[in-house]
């Protein structure tokens, strides 16, 4: 029987903050999970290296569903982000071990090839109107297919979803950036932006926005309500979902679409978004939403709904997270489309990954496994460095959802 020999915790900073687990057996096949929560990277590290690794070592690689359930159940501490995060690099590590050692591309272990390519969306940003009408151009040159526009809002001074350059959440700052917040400027000023982008480029695209957990539940159906014109693929996060309920009235008065789960980890934190049809994609995601074990559980409970995927893929989830979204993007029947920001030159010369963008779709590649190389050489020019997402707070200055 082949058995867990080794289990390295990498932190490193190639472009931004990654964690990453290596698993290698006996027979001296390796294995690769992403274990980055941006912000709290140190905490996952030190849950994996103090708690996980000494009950990995000697267990049978092959039994993915047994190490999931004893982590997840022998943890008697149940879900949250920390616990998730550090059982879905344990389980993607495995998948990952059981392809190569399969000699199969992960995809052909969860019922092969449901499609050709994985539909992405990208992220266009401006700092006012004008400049994210160019960066859509851009986006549209590059051959996307589905586009994410975000502007920043009028005297709230910077806004999520905008780019600094190359720099993508978070800001270069040892403490957290605080932003301002005002939630009446945004409501006047988001839908003139995304009704700009359809007059100036019409409807031969998907056009999505996020929301990012700014609204309640009323601003969000009014906002809906507002853009339903624009025919948005979906509005993401319209409002903060610990308060799963809290959907049902932006449905009452909405038809845009609705799409929630990048911050939740678990099939209970989407149970009744998805059995009583309060959302129409599901974003959970490998990495912090239990591997890939977990996540084919979600997709499956949210294809008896109508519920489709569209997995969460900024680029604080590692190459790792994103190959094993993409591999079971073209596995399952229900996906919808993929989040895409690609990672920065540095964050690649240590992440070698077999996954190539063309034509608006990634591609898994055949490699055996997750098709995704760890460089711990290259990575040690990157010492980890602590960072923080920013914090929003209102005109008045009281903390708003970030
Ligand atoms: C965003 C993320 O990609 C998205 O939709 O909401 O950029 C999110 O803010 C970051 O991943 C947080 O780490
Ligand atoms: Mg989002």
Request: hydrophobic share 40%.
């Amino acid at each position: 029987m082949s058995k867990i020999e080794r289990a390295e915790v990498f932190v490193a900073s190639p472009g931004r903050n990654f964690v990453t687990l290596r698993l290698t057996t006996s027979d001296g096949v390796t294995g690769l999970g992403d274990a980055t929560l941006n912000g709290r990277e140190l905490a996952v590290a030190s849950y994996l290296r103090d708690h996980v690794v000494p009950l990995l070592v000697d267990r049978d690689p092959a039994n993915i569903e047994d190490i999931w359930q004893y982590l997840y159940r022998g943890a008697y501490w149940r879900r949250g982000p920390v616990t998730m995060t550090a059982v879905a690099a344990v389980d993607t590590a495995l998948w990952d071990i059981k392809g190569k050692v399969a000699g199969l591309p992960v995809y052909q272990l969860l019922g092969g090839r449901s499609r050709d390519g994985v539909l992405v969306y990208s992220h266009a940003s401006g700092t006012d109107t004008a400049s994210l009408l160019d960066d859509v151009a851009r986006f549209r040159d590059l051959g996307y297919k589905a586009i994410r526009a975000q502007a920043a809002v009028p005297d709230a001074g910077a806004s999520y979803g905008v780019r600094k350059g190359t720099v993508y959440e978070p800001a270069a700052h040892s403490l957290p950036d605080e932003q301002p917040w005002s939630t009446e400027a945004y409501l006047d000023f988001a839908p003139t932006y995304l009704e700009a982008v359809r007059d100036r480029f019409g409807f031969g695209f998907h056009l999505l926005h996020d929301v990012h957990h700014r609204l309640t539940p009323i601003e969000a159906a009014r906002f809906g309500k507002r853009v339903e014109d624009c025919r948005l693929f979906w509005m993401e996060d319209p409002t903060p979902a610990e308060n799963q309920e809290a959907f049902r009235l932006i449905r009452q008065h909405t038809t845009t679409p609705v799409a929630v789960g990048e911050t939740l980890s678990s099939i209970w934190d989407v149970q009744h978004l998805i059995t009583e049809q309060l959302i129409d994609y599901v974003r959970t995601t490998v990495v912090h939403a239990g591997g890939i074990t977990h996540l084919r559980r979600i997709f499956d409970l949210a294809a008896l709904y109508q519920v489709r995927t569209g997995s969460h893929g900024a680029t604080d989830l590692s190459p790792v997270t994103l190959a094993a979204a993409v591999h079971v993007d073209t596995a399952v029947p229900n996906f919808g489309i993929q989040e895409y920001m690609p990672h920065v030159a540095e964050t690649m010369e240590v992440f070698r990954s077999e996954v190539r963008f063309e034509d608006g779709m990634l591609h898994a590649g055949d490699e055996p496994g997750l098709g995704v190389e760890y460089d711990e050489k290259a990575a040690e020019r990157f010492p980890y460095e602590p960072r923080y997402l920013p914090v929003a707070r209102r005109l008045d200055g009281s903390v708003h959802d970030w």
